[in-house]
């Protein structure tokens, strides 16, 4: 094996960590930071990542003009809330753009979405009476207004319908999704106190 010892690390040239009189100092400008950091941001945990970090930009400066530690404060503050802002428009914008991409199903999606319009229509054919026409001719690609003139309905009725039908196949598809094992969906209308 391998016979050799780990060297220590090389300590930096100048002073590794800020003294405790350089903390004092910062923290002092604590509050100010914090009423420029609110006026500025509303999200509670936004302004404490904000506060936090220029108060640590302020210890860890190098160069940093103790005379002038409020200036630089102030200024460092006003700088990471512009950058916060310009992120979240970034943000939004690369959100916007990203909902108008069309994104194609993959093979698992597709399985998924045959299987579960199967068992609607399957479940839409124990409907009852109106509900039932209504919601497989829906399935079919029927609007509202060519199912109430194919049945010689109202359009309040053939949406009153497609409601309560929609509502009965959500109610077993959520029963389902429970774990519960299927029951059909003329006692699910029963149970739900109305009937088709």
Same mark, same amino acid.
């Given at each position: 094996?391998?016979?050799?010892?780990?060297?220590?690390?090389?300590?930096?040239?100048?002073? +590794?960590?800020?003294?405790? =009189?350089?903390?004092?100092?910062?923290?002092?400008?604590?509050? $100010?930071?914090?009423?420029?950091?609110?006026?500025?941001?509303?999200?509670? +945990?936004?302004?404490?990542?904000?506060? +936090?970090?220029?108060?640590?930009?302020?210890?860890?400066?190098?160069?940093?003009?103790?005379?002038?530690?409020?200036?630089? &404060?102030?200024?460092?503050?006003?700088? &990471?809330?512009?950058?916060?802002?310009?992120?979240?428009? *970034? @943000?939004?914008?690369? =959100?916007?753009?990203?909902?108008?991409?069309?994104?194609?199903?993959?093979?698992?999606?597709?399985?998924?979405? *045959?299987?579960?319009? *199967?068992?609607?229509?399957?479940?839409?054919? @124990?409907?009852?009476?109106?509900? @039932? +026409?209504?919601?497989?001719?829906?399935?079919?690609?029927?609007?509202?207004?060519?199912?109430?003139?194919?049945?010689?309905?109202?359009?309040?009725?053939?949406?009153?319908?497609?409601?309560?039908?929609?509502?009965?196949? *959500?109610?077993?598809?959520? $029963?389902?999704?429970?774990?519960?094992?299927?029951?059909?969906?003329?006692?699910?209308?029963?149970?739900?106190?109305?009937?088709?």
């Amino acid at each position: 094996m391998f016979d050799y010892e780990i060297a220590p690390p090389i300590a930096p040239e100048g002073p +590794q960590r800020p003294d405790d =009189r350089r903390w004092r100092l910062i923290l002092s400008y604590r509050d $100010h930071v914090t009423r420029l950091v609110r006026n500025r941001l509303w999200n509670p +945990q936004d302004i404490d990542d904000c506060v +936090q970090e220029v108060l640590l930009r302020g210890v860890l400066f190098p160069r940093l003009d103790e005379d002038r530690v409020g200036e630089f &404060l102030t200024t460092t503050t006003l700088r &990471l809330c512009v950058d916060y802002y310009r992120d979240w428009d *970034r @943000q939004r914008r690369l =959100r916007l753009r990203v909902a108008f991409i069309e994104r194609s199903a993959g093979p698992d999606e597709q399985i998924v979405e *045959r299987d579960l319009g *199967r068992w609607m229509i399957e479940r839409a054919g @124990q409907l009852r009476g109106r509900e @039932q +026409q209504i919601m497989l001719a829906r399935a079919k690609g029927m609007t509202n207004r060519e199912i109430a003139d194919y049945f010689g309905l109202t359009a309040k009725a053939v949406e009153s319908a497609f409601t309560r039908g929609r509502a009965r196949l *959500r109610m077993q598809f959520d $029963h389902c999704m429970d774990g519960a094992p299927e029951e059909p969906v003329a006692a699910a209308a029963m149970s739900a106190g109305g009937l088709a």
